[in-house]
């Protein structure tokens, strides 16, 4: 079948690797793709992804038969609606859906219906109620532009002053209409988590768990970024943490079918959890794939990504059959200088084709393009996730830095401790 996967970074690289290793996979189209997907699928631009019409347009044009919608962007902007509407197999919930992403007032409000345990909350549309939330109740807390926000809308305020100056900041613009509204949450302790799912027809199937790296730099320090580095699966999670957190996407999935919410909702839930004293927490959810968790997701599936999609997107939570690897998966992100602030793009990038040469490294392009000599080069901020799958954690662990070595390029940014905590144990949280 042909295929249109939308997105550019690392999670769509991914998504188009593993779609691109099934037999059924004839034509694979990314729009607008990256360096990295150019090299296995046709990267197509001239539509925004965004706009429903416009995908609509080039899927008649292509004869695409699945839609995979990689970023929440698109799902918030209704974009799975208009296909579906059109009779296209669309691997994504619907918009209504996608609000447990596009905003967390919705989603804090669909958790305490559907009795998920989570933060205590407070939901404000302006500064002055936000800010008497907070003194009332004091620090830590988290401070969450209600929105989209690249993932950086959320600020852990370890202080009451860094705490006033999130919201200040939320409602003064610094995340634009996504600062509108502000959640104000208590704050969590514990180690976090990630569960994702596929879901369809209000059932979960259930991946493997996963744990991302979100500060900037070494030892959990530093500003929230899109996250610099994830391995699966989580050895500190129990068999009981596992089963609760499975209960609870369960217990959403099944919510998104009936009413009130009935979403239609067929694509991936992501679970951000929080392993409290008290038993796993949902932090968030999101409406799509996680990035960099996919990453080392998807290569330990034994099974045919196309097959899973769509029986997602049909709505035939029968057909769905997983299968993992028993191999453990690491991911170190090396991003640009100055990231998650400003910097610099067009730095030519070498050595990538070494890294992927050694055993069980894969490279996925997360922020890449070509120059006019067709050298890869910097155009974002998460630049490569470089992935190494090993029999043990510390082989997966060695190999992804063994291959991180390996490449370079001018300001080239990167955490050296992914991973390091769980060598360690649940008491290196403590």
Same mark, same amino acid.
């Given at each position: 079948?042909?295929?249109?996967?939308?997105?550019?970074?690392?999670?769509?690289?991914?998504?188009?690797?593993?779609?691109?290793?099934?037999?059924?996979?004839?034509?694979?189209?990314?729009?607008?793709?990256?360096?990295?997907?150019?090299?296995?699928?046709?990267?197509?631009?001239?539509?925004?992804?965004?706009?429903?019409?416009?995908?609509?347009?080039?899927?008649?044009?292509?004869?695409?038969?699945?839609?995979?919608?990689?970023?929440?962007?698109?799902?918030?902007?209704?974009?799975?609606?208009?296909?579906?509407?059109?009779?296209?197999?669309?691997?994504?919930?619907?918009?209504?859906?996608?609000?447990?992403?596009?905003?967390?007032?919705?989603?804090?409000?669909?958790?305490?219906?559907?009795?998920?345990?989570?933060?205590?909350?407070?939901?404000?549309?302006?500064?002055?109620?936000?800010?008497?939330?907070?003194?009332?109740?004091?620090?830590?807390?988290?401070?969450?532009?209600?929105?989209?926000?690249?993932?950086?809308?959320?600020?852990?305020?370890?202080?009451?002053?860094?705490?006033?100056?999130?919201?200040?900041?939320?409602?003064?613009?610094?995340?634009?209409?996504?600062?509108?509204?502000?959640?104000?949450?208590?704050?969590?302790?514990?180690?976090?988590?990630?569960?994702?799912?596929?879901?369809?027809?209000?059932?979960?199937?259930?991946?493997?768990?996963?744990?991302?790296?979100?500060?900037?730099?070494?030892?959990?320090?530093?500003?929230?970024?899109?996250?610099?580095?994830?391995?699966?699966?989580?050895?500190?999670?129990?068999?009981?943490?596992?089963?609760?957190?499975?209960?609870?996407?369960?217990?959403?999935?099944?919510?998104?079918?009936?009413?009130?919410?009935?979403?239609?909702?067929?694509?991936?839930?992501?679970?951000?959890?929080?392993?409290?004293?008290?038993?796993?927490?949902?932090?968030?959810?999101?409406?799509?794939?996680?990035?960099?968790?996919?990453?080392?997701?998807?290569?330990?599936?034994?099974?045919?990504?196309?097959?899973?999609?769509?029986?997602?997107?049909?709505?035939?939570?029968?057909?769905?059959?997983?299968?993992?690897?028993?191999?453990?998966?690491?991911?170190?992100?090396?991003?640009?200088?100055?990231?998650?602030?400003?910097? /610099?793009?067009?730095?030519?990038?070498?050595?990538?084709?070494?890294?992927?040469?050694?055993?069980?490294?894969?490279?996925?392009?997360?922020?890449?393009?070509?120059?006019?000599?067709?050298?890869?080069?910097?155009?974002?901020?998460?630049?490569?996730?470089?992935?190494?799958?090993?029999?043990?954690?510390?082989?997966?662990?060695?190999?992804?830095?063994?291959?991180?070595?390996?490449?370079?390029?001018?300001?080239?940014?990167?955490?050296?401790?992914?991973?390091?905590?769980?060598?360690?144990?649940?008491?290196?949280? /403590?």
């Amino acid at each position: 079948m042909n295929i249109l996967v939308l997105g550019s970074g690392g999670r769509e690289h991914a998504i188009t690797w593993s779609l691109a290793k099934s037999p059924k996979c004839e034509k694979l189209f990314v729009a607008p793709g990256n360096g990295g997907t150019a090299a296995i699928a046709t990267n197509v631009s001239g539509f925004d992804i965004n706009d429903g019409a416009a995908v609509l347009g080039f899927v008649r044009e292509n004869d695409i038969e699945l839609v995979v919608i990689g970023p929440e962007a698109p799902l918030v902007a209704g974009v799975a609606d208009v296909l579906r509407e059109a009779g296209v197999l669309v691997f994504g919930p619907d918009a209504q859906g996608a609000q447990l992403e596009g905003s967390k007032t919705y989603s804090k409000q669909f958790m305490v219906d559907n009795d998920i345990p989570t933060a205590a909350y407070g939901s404000f549309d302006n500064k002055e109620d936000a800010l008497a939330y907070v003194n009332q109740i004091g620090a830590p807390l988290v401070v969450k532009a209600d929105g989209l926000a690249a993932g950086k809308g959320v600020i852990v305020a370890d202080t009451l002053e860094v705490a006033i100056e999130a919201v200040e900041s939320c409602f003064d613009g610094a995340f634009g209409d996504a600062g509108n509204c502000v959640v104000v949450e208590e704050c969590l302790t514990g180690p976090e988590c990630s569960l994702l799912a596929f879901v369809t027809g209000g059932k979960a199937f259930c991946m493997a768990t996963a744990q991302d790296h979100k500060r900037a730099y070494d030892g959990d320090l530093g500003p929230n970024t899109g996250g610099m580095g994830v391995y699966s699966p989580v050895p500190i999670v129990t068999d009981e943490e596992y089963a609760t957190m499975v209960q609870i996407m369960e217990r959403a999935a099944a919510a998104t079918a009936k009413a009130p919410f009935e979403h239609d909702y067929r694509g991936v839930l992501y679970g951000g959890f929080m392993l409290t004293p008290e038993g796993p927490k949902v932090l968030e959810f999101n409406a799509r794939f996680g990035d960099p968790e996919t990453q080392v997701i998807l290569p330990r599936l034994h099974a045919d990504l196309v097959d899973i999609m769509v029986a997602v997107a049909a709505g035939k939570p029968e057909d769905i059959q997983l299968d993992w690897y028993d191999s453990w998966a690491v991911c170190v992100v090396l991003a640009s200088e100055g990231y998650p602030g400003s910097y /610099e793009k067009g730095k030519v990038i070498l050595g990538v084709d070494e890294a992927n040469a050694m055993q069980g490294v894969t490279v996925f392009h997360a922020g890449t393009a070509f120059n006019l000599d067709e050298e890869f080069v910097t155009a974002g901020g998460r630049v490569l996730n470089v992935v190494a799958l090993g029999d043990s954690f510390e082989k997966a662990r060695d190999r992804a830095y063994e291959a991180v070595d390996a490449i370079n390029f001018e300001g080239k940014q990167f955490r050296t401790d992914i991973g390091k905590k769980a060598s360690i144990g649940r008491s290196a949280w /403590e």
